[in-house]
């Protein structure tokens, strides 16, 4: 079957600093994007989600980049604070699918 | 006010027992789910609801069933625990299934069975 990964399982930075967290997907059906935050003992929260008719979506802090020619998804955070360590989700969904298919995981490490 | 809960947060257990696990939200959803992460953090999905029908159910053992008293509610029934259940569960909601919506998830319930 088609899969949602990530290439990197950890990523340290400095507070201050900018962080990119990618993700590649498989299924070129896939039409949505989400990104979700899981702090450590809480459930999976919606951070920012882009559809595939956009290639950027701008939040608070946060950035999303869809590039559907190399199925690449990127999230990146501005100004990376401690409370920005977490573990970040890509999720996505289409392509006749009911429920979005979630990727590995990066754990985000924020230093101050 | 708590979107998604799940109670308990906690379950420690023996082999062979039988245990059940609950889900409410108050955001007015239509679709509910049931998803279990292993200790590497993979979530996989396991069952989707839709106004409690059932309308996904991956692989699971049947061992595990959901059931969905109302709209709001969605249980999930384990029985004969084994080592392997030993996971962290989480509930979800979304508006509606199949839209560009995101979910919103439960707390989680972390199950040890030992």
């Known amino acids: 079957g088609e899969s949602v990964g990530l290439h990197l399982p950890t990523l340290s930075v400095q507070e201050g600093d900018n962080s990119i967290i990618n993700c590649a997907y498989s299924?070129?059906?896939?039409?949505?994007f989400i990104w979700y935050k899981q702090e450590s003992g809480k459930g999976p929260q919606f951070i920012i989600d882009i559809r595939s008719n956009m290639d950027k979506r701008q939040g608070q802090r946060v950035t999303v980049l869809l590039n559907k020619t190399v199925k690449h998804l990127s999230l990146q955070i501005a100004a990376t604070q401690p409370g920005d360590s977490a573990v970040y989700f890509c999720a996505e969904k289409g392509g006749g699918s009911y429920i979005p298919t979630f990727g590995r995981g990066t754990s985000l490490i924020v230093h101050p | 006010d708590t979107a998604v809960s799940q109670t308990p947060k906690y379950l420690v257990t023996q082999m062979g027992n039988d245990k059940s696990i609950k889900c409410e939200q108050n955001l007015g959803h239509d679709t509910m789910y049931w998803y279990k992460q292993d200790s590497k953090k993979f979530l996989k999905i396991m069952f989707s609801y839709n106004n409690k029908e059932l309308i996904i159910n991956e692989t699971v053992p049947n061992r595990f069933s959901p059931k969905s008293p109302d709209k709001a509610h969605l249980n999930l029934h384990i029985n004969s625990l084994e080592l392997g259940d030993s996971a962290v569960y989480f509930c979800?909601?979304?508006?509606?299934?199949?839209?560009?919506?995101?979910?919103?998830f439960g707390p989680g319930t972390r199950l040890t069975v030992l």
């Open positions: 979800a909601s979304s508006p509606i299934s199949g839209s560009y919506n995101e979910q919103f």
């Open positions: 299924n070129s059906a896939s039409d949505y």
